[in-house]
């Protein structure tokens, strides 16, 4: 795949974060169980978590995949900041669900951010978001330490509202 503004392409799944980076690492206990991994997972997937942190997303396709392109968007009218990605990989394992996506020409960062859900032993059911970024435009570059806590903070907050899309999909499922 080409186009992506970074030379790292899928480093968030396999080994230690590049160095250069920005590198963020957060994770939220979504809650237990079978039912909380498969509810969180769908939302990860189909960009119902972005969606609900109050993210804009217009996807090429309904669910992340490789290839899939993604325009993440944040703020309202002439402050809106638009973020164009594009799925690098993903991961739909019985205890692992989730993907990955690189930043493209015009995101105002250059890196990669992941976004998992991982089911273990003892069925507690964790949230993780893993990237690493570094300022690509000028106002990116302006706003300084700003950035990487404007990234924390929203990766706690998807983790927040993964927490409860999970466990109101659960009832969903029981239902079904």
Do not use: N
């Amino acid at each position: 795949m080409t186009g992506f503004t970074y030379p790292e392409v899928g480093a968030t799944a396999a080994g230690p974060l590049p160095p250069g980076y920005h590198h963020l690492r957060h994770r939220t206990l979504l809650g237990h169980g079978r039912d909380v991994l498969e509810a969180a997972g769908e939302a990860v997937l189909t960009w119902r978590m972005h969606r609900a942190a109050g993210a804009g997303v217009r996807a090429q396709a309904g669910r992340a995949a490789p290839g899939v392109t993604v325009e993440v968007s944040l703020g309202v009218g002439p402050l809106r900041l638009t973020a164009p990605c594009r799925v690098v990989w993903t991961v739909g394992e019985p205890d692992r669900i989730g993907f990955a996506y690189g930043t493209l020409d015009g995101h105002p960062e250059q890196g990669e951010e992941s976004f998992v859900v991982r089911m273990g032993d003892d069925k507690a059911v964790w949230f993780a978001v893993t990237a690493f970024s570094r300022p690509a435009r000028w106002f990116s570059r302006a706003a300084g330490p700003a950035v990487p806590v404007a990234q924390k903070l929203y990766a706690r907050r998807c983790g927040q509202v993964l927490r409860r899309l999970s466990v109101s999909g659960t009832h969903q499922l029981r239902r079904s």
